[in-house]
């Protein structure tokens, strides 16, 4: 079964940038299309980012810009850029695998997810 590890989430100033990291195990990433999710505490999880197989990539609405992702599939992971960081960006970041097709940005639409890595935005 695939796994997620996400890292590189954090404490950050207002207009900040950071990079997360989603490294996968139990199957190679070539095929499979990944998503970013975020929770903020009270909040629906919300669709981030997503990059396909063939590397197609689509962005939410409140990221647009900002959020480019991108993956290495050597490394079996995938990236999240978070640059001109704002305080409604504070939240809890997943990653996200098996995707079932329909629309990227419902959290129903895949099977596997990560623990999670918090990223606090503060002015």
């Known amino acids: 079964e695939v796994q997620l590890v996400e890292s590189g989430g954090g404490s950050v100033h207002t207009g900040g940038s950071l990079t997360l990291s989603c490294t996968v195990s139990?199957?190679?990433?070539?095929?499979?299309?990944i998503a970013w999710f975020r929770q903020a505490p009270g909040k629906e999880r919300e669709g981030v980012a997503f990059?396909?197989?063939?590397?197609?990539?689509a962005y939410g609405d409140s990221v647009q810009g900002r959020f480019p992702v991108s993956r290495e599939n050597a490394k079996n992971t995938i990236f999240l850029q978070m640059n001109s960081l704002k305080g409604e960006d504070s939240a809890m970041y997943f990653c996200?695998?098996?995707?079932?097709?329909?629309?990227?940005?419902?959290?129903?639409?895949?099977?596997?997810w990560g623990q999670g890595t918090q990223v606090t935005v503060s002015s």
């Open positions: 996200a695998a098996g995707w079932r097709r329909g629309r990227w940005s419902r959290p129903d639409n895949f099977n596997n």
């Open positions: 990059i396909s197989s063939n590397y197609n990539r």
């Open positions: 139990g199957d190679t990433i070539n095929n499979h299309s």
